[in-house]
């Protein structure tokens, strides 16, 4: 039996992407007005864009995503899940085009990154909550920025979690 290999890093914060982002969008009051993400979306859009409709339709509500978080964390120096270091950015990309398959149903795995992080005790929070500084090689630091944006959705409040980064 084949040991399940440890997703990167840039793989599971391209998956809570993912999750945010079709969370994001699907909530009655939504954060961004993007629908590209729910599978009505997705089958429009791989007739448009048969091999990158997934990636067609991140790009375009990680753009809307951005301009939320940045509009409520104004401070130089910081990041959140949309706007981080070109470096990992692009590794975030590569994990989008390469690894995450087209036809996934982003709906039926929302949250799965979850399963391979450790366990994070954190409380629903509205508005920007500020976790500290974090090293997003570390799942721990990873799982922080995740079950800070799942028990906000979960309550229905709209959190930003930001953050500076260590090396």
Known sequence: MPLKSTPTASATLASLRLS????????????????????????????????????????????????????????????????????????????????????????????SELADLPKADTSAEEGPVHLGELNLSKPKDIAKIAYAYKAAFDAGLNCIPYFTISE
């Open 20 to 111: 945010v982002l079709a969370s994001g969008e699907s909530l009655p009051s939504k954060y961004w007005d993007s629908s590209g993400l729910n599978q009505t979306a997705q089958t429009d859009l791989r007739m448009i864009f048969p091999r990158t409709s997934i990636t067609a339709a991140a790009t375009h509500a990680e753009k809307l995503a951005q301009t939320h978080h940045d509009k409520h964390t104004r401070a130089s120096g910081v990041f959140h899940l949309f706007r981080l270091p070109t470096n990992i950015e692009a590794s975030i990309h590569r994990e989008m085009i390469h690894s995450i398959p087209n036809d996934l149903d982003v709906q039926a795995n929302l949250w």
